[in-house]
């Protein structure tokens, strides 16, 4: 064990020095991690993607009872945003520490977070916990949340339960929300003619009845800000929805035969996703269909969803947020725009979940680093609240 790092630092340079950018594998850097926590008797699972390039890793730290249900979830995702393109004083990939700062690619977004679980992984063992610990760390958050559903799925599968979640996904302040995020592809397929031959029945104009597709996503989106649900805890306090992608065609001179585009809506509540869904579906079934089918008798749209992650939105009255508050000495209600994991384990395994991790500055921006006084923060609330919800006086959540 002597050559795995010790400190939350030493830890964090060593876990940026692999790189997890989405489209590499993460194995290698679970393989170390996997046999870190091997030096302490703990088995690590792996959860991989169908093709086994990627994995979540899943690891129990038992209650010195030997209890591996309930207690908390340390949740934290393992990949990075690429840096290509991105004007970097240093090596990305190298940790370099400046005026009590350390810059690297994943300092800030996340890998803070399982450097603290890991640097503490001593601490835990040497607890009388009544209670255990579960490192649940995550592959493909930044594309998607694509990951974690591998995991979340099977820990449902297995009846996993526990009492509280730990999501390391954020700065030094209580997040108690996000929006949830869903985007689907839309495949327009028509029929090519010359553009002198346009109109004529022999052809089908797979932009035009596209753009006709997009014109109703923009009412759908306005309709959602003006009558949707607001929440004034948000930035932006509506659900939003926009077009972010899209092409077709190959000449100016040729009536397309295919164009494609992309959108998606960032959700205050998940349920407003699979309403979009349907609604742009039907408007296609029922107007966009019909028409170009009368130009083109195999004209066909294609709408798939593409990348989904629930919205997270805490039960502000639950003991264990209560607690977090009290702790942090924080009361102000945060919620975030962006994506994290939170609602996997909020929404579909009912786990009581908060987010507090010690963040940084400059996620996905060039020149990202945390800093240490963040890092030790982070360190010494995690001890507390592992040590408040797994020791020998574990709260009891439901006593209370």
């Known amino acids: 064990m002597s050559d795995y790092p010790k400190t939350h630092k030493?830890?964090?340079?060593?876990?940026?020095?692999?790189?997890?950018?989405?489209?590499?594998?993460?194995?290698?850097?679970?393989?170390?991690?996997?046999?870190?926590?091997?030096?302490?008797g703990i088995e690590s699972t792996y959860i991989y993607n169908p093709a086994k390039t990627h994995a979540n890793l899943f690891a129990t730290l038992p209650g010195s009872n030997g209890a591996t249900q309930g207690g908390i979830v340390m949740s934290g995702h393992t990949d990075v945003v690429p840096v290509e393109g991105q004007k970097w004083d240093s090596d990305p990939f190298v940790v370099v520490e400046k005026d009590g700062k350390l810059y690297g690619r994943g300092t800030c977004d996340m890998?803070?977070?399982?450097?603290v679980c890991l640097a503490l992984t001593p601490t835990f063992m040497k607890m009388k916990r009544v209670k255990p610990i579960h490192f649940a760390f995550s592959f493909d958050e930044e594309v998607g949340c694509a990951g974690v559903p591998f995991m979340t799925n099977w820990l449902k599968e297995k009846g996993f339960k526990a009492d509280c979640c730990l999501v390391g996904d954020g700065g030094f302040k209580v997040c108690t929300g996000n929006k949830g995020f869903s985007s689907w592809k839309v495949v327009v397929h028509g029929k090519a003619i010359h553009s002198s031959m346009a109109l004529m029945n022999t052809s089908c104009n797979a932009i035009e009845y596209?753009?006709?597709?997009?014109?109703?996503?923009?009412?759908?989106?306005e309709d959602l800000?003006?009558?949707?649900?607001?929440?004034?805890?948000?930035?932006?306090?509506?659900?939003?929805?926009?077009?972010?992608?899209?092409?077709?065609?190959?000449?100016?001179?040729?009536?397309?035969?295919?164009?494609?585009?992309?959108?998606?809506?960032?959700?205050?509540?998940?349920?407003?996703?699979?309403?979009?869904?349907t609604e742009v579906q039907e408007y296609i079934n029922r107007e966009i269909l019909p028409a170009m089918r009368k130009e083109y008798?195999?004209?066909?749209?294609?709408l798939k969803p593409d990348w989904f992650a629930p919205a997270y939105n805490a039960n502000e009255k639950h003991p264990f947020i209560k607690m977090v508050r009290e702790m942090l000495q924080d009361s102000k209600i945060r919620k975030a725009g962006g994506g994290t994991e939170s609602g996997f384990f909020e929404d579909d395994l009912s786990i009581p979940t908060v987010?507090?991790?010690?963040?940084?500055?400059?996620?996905?921006?060039a020149n990202e680093y945390t800093e240490v006084q963040l890092l030790e923060k982070s360190s010494n609330f995690t001890r507390d609240l592992v040590a408040r919800v797994t020791g020998e006086s574990a709260v009891d959540f439901s006593k209370m």
Request: charged share 20%.
């Open 10 to 40: 030493e830890w964090l340079a060593k876990l940026v020095s692999f790189n997890t950018i989405s489209s590499n594998s993460n194995l290698p850097l679970m393989d170390y991690v996997k046999g870190y926590l091997k030096t302490f």
């Open 111 to 115: 890998k803070g977070f399982i450097a």
């Open 210 to 221: 596209a753009a006709q597709i997009v014109a109703k996503i923009r009412k759908i989106a």
């Open 225 to 277: 800000k003006k009558n949707g649900k607001h929440d004034p805890n948000y930035t932006c306090p509506f659900s939003c929805m926009s077009v972010g992608l899209i092409k077709g065609g190959n000449a100016v001179n040729t009536v397309p035969a295919e164009c494609e585009f992309t959108f998606s809506v960032r959700v205050t509540e998940t349920s407003v996703a699979k309403r979009v869904e």
């Open 297 to 302: 008798a195999e004209a066909s749209v294609d």
């Open 355 to 365: 987010i507090v991790g010690p963040g940084g500055f400059g996620a996905h921006l």
